[in-house]
């Protein structure tokens, strides 16, 4: 992968904080946009701009044409079929999806949820308020030391009461990559469903839900180069069958009376209102930039810059990982915390030399908590990210010691 070209296509990678070059490491909470992406928002909303399926003007057409293209281009991207794509804002919008149009309809009182530890809030509170409000039970897979799944606690959770499993695929702070296809062999054999958050590893690992199997997977847009306010939720097409309504209203009817209204059918049905066109347009467009490049490339160069920030991580004292050490089973994000020195300082500091990374709790409170921390500092990078951009987050590190000293 020609690094450089890339950058290239990054308009805001140009621009300068305070004085010096942005170093952007925040790609887990979200990703800078290509100009290709940029351009087709920008082009759709300048030549093809009109509301979807209900006109039968040009501009209608062409704009429902270029929707339905999109979500053919989204679905593919996770070997789905454009049927099971159901286009939402983000991956948490896609999960309260399943947990209400699925879950209230197929879970009851006693029945099992199993979730992880590791889990971001969006993949968590869902299942909280689902559990509660039918008399379900939910139940949390415990992790390692390290931030690794403990699969023999999942086996123990697992039982003929389970009804779901919802997993993280990659987890955003520790950055462990979950054996997915596993998690759903074994939930297939008590005969639950497995709903997969893939909202950081469909862009740098890639998943095909047809292998791994699994009944629904959401994921977000904006964390793979797309625009803010697009995603996707897979639903495999017998759980559609099985679901009622989430948001109701306009777009998502066959007939309404004035006491009772007929469903659409197909994924029309869960797209209440006028769908965000452009955000689709703009996605399918950013699914195209990663298939260019390749997701094997992506990865590999994403996994050779975490074990360079890992090995260069270490050399700095008082510095602590979190997460595996292992880059096979690890994403791209580097997260730590460093002695007697408050995450939030240190992203301050960092940002003083323009190096953006976050800092705090990274919506995953509970694995927190389970690796005795109550915040922490997280870079992660993505397809720009270069050796030098680790070189100057240590060079940064360097500044907040000395700081502190
Ligand atoms: C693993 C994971 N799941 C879900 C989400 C929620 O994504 P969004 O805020 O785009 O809905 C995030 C966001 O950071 C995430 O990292």
């Known amino acids: 992968m020609n690094i450089k070209k890339i950058k290239e296509d990054f308009p805001i990678l140009k621009r300068k904080i305070h004085g010096k070059r942005l170093v952007y490491l925040d790609n887990a909470a979200t990703s800078q946009k290509p100009r290709q992406v940029l351009e087709a928002v920008r082009e759709f909303q300048e030549k093809h701009m009109a509301n979807v399926h209900r006109g039968l003007h040009t501009l209608s057409e062409e704009a429902g044409e270029m929707y339905e293209q999109a979500r053919r281009t989204i679905a593919g991207f996770v070997g789905a079929e454009a049927e099971e794509m159901i ?10 999806l399943v947990a209400f149009a699925w879950g209230l309809r197929n879970l009851k009182k006693g029945d099992e949820i199993v979730t ?35 699969m023999k606690d999942f086996e123990r959770k697992l039982s003929k009461k389970t009804k779901l499993v919802a997993v993280v695929h990659i987890s955003n702070t520790t950055g462990t990559i979950n054996p997915v ?27 095909d839900v047809k292998k791994i199997g699994g009944d629904f997977l959401a994921f977000s847009g904006h964390k793979m180069l797309g625009p803010m306010g697009a995603g996707g939720v897979y639903v495999k097409k017998a759980r559609q069958e099985e679901m009622g309504v989430f948001m109701t209203g306009g777009g998502m009817i066959k007939e309404v009376s004035k006491e009772r ?25 950013a699914v195209k930039y990663h298939e260019r490049l390749g997701l094997k490339q992506i990865r590999r160069h994403e996994k050779e810059l975490t074990e360079y920030a890992l090995k260069r991580l270490e050399e700095v004292k008082g510095v602590r990982l979190i997460g ?3 880059v096979k089973i690890r ?43 109550v915040s922490s500092t997280r870079a992660s990078f993505y397809i720009y990210n270069t050796k030098e951009d680790v070189d100057r987050l240590i060079e940064g590190l360097k500044k907040v010691k000395k700081v502190f000293k």
């Open 87 to 96: 286009l939402v804002r983000n991956a948490t919008e896609g999960i309260n």
């Open 261 to 285: 209204a007929k469903w659409a059918d197909g994924v029309e049905k869960w797209e209440a209102g006028t769908p965000n066109v452009s955000g689709a347009v703009g996605l399918a467009e």
């Open 181 to 207: 296809k596993e998690i759903v062999e074994m939930a297939k054999r008590v005969g639950a469903k497995v709903l997969i958050d893939g909202a950081q590893s469909v862009q740098h690992l890639g998943l």
């Open 324 to 326: 595996p050490r292992e």
């Open 331 to 373: 994403g791209g994000v580097v997260t730590f915390v460093m002695e007697k020195i408050h995450a939030h300082d240190v992203a301050q500091i960092l940002d003083s030399e323009a190096v953006a990374v976050r800092s705090g709790h990274h919506c995953t409170m509970p694995l927190h908590r389970r690796l005795g921390l």
């Open 116 to 150: 992880t530890v590791m889990e971001h809030h969006a993949n968590l509170i869902p299942w909280q308020q689902l559990t509660k409000a039918i008399g379900a039970k939910l139940k949390v897979v415990e992790v390692t030391d390290e931030g690794v799944l403990d």
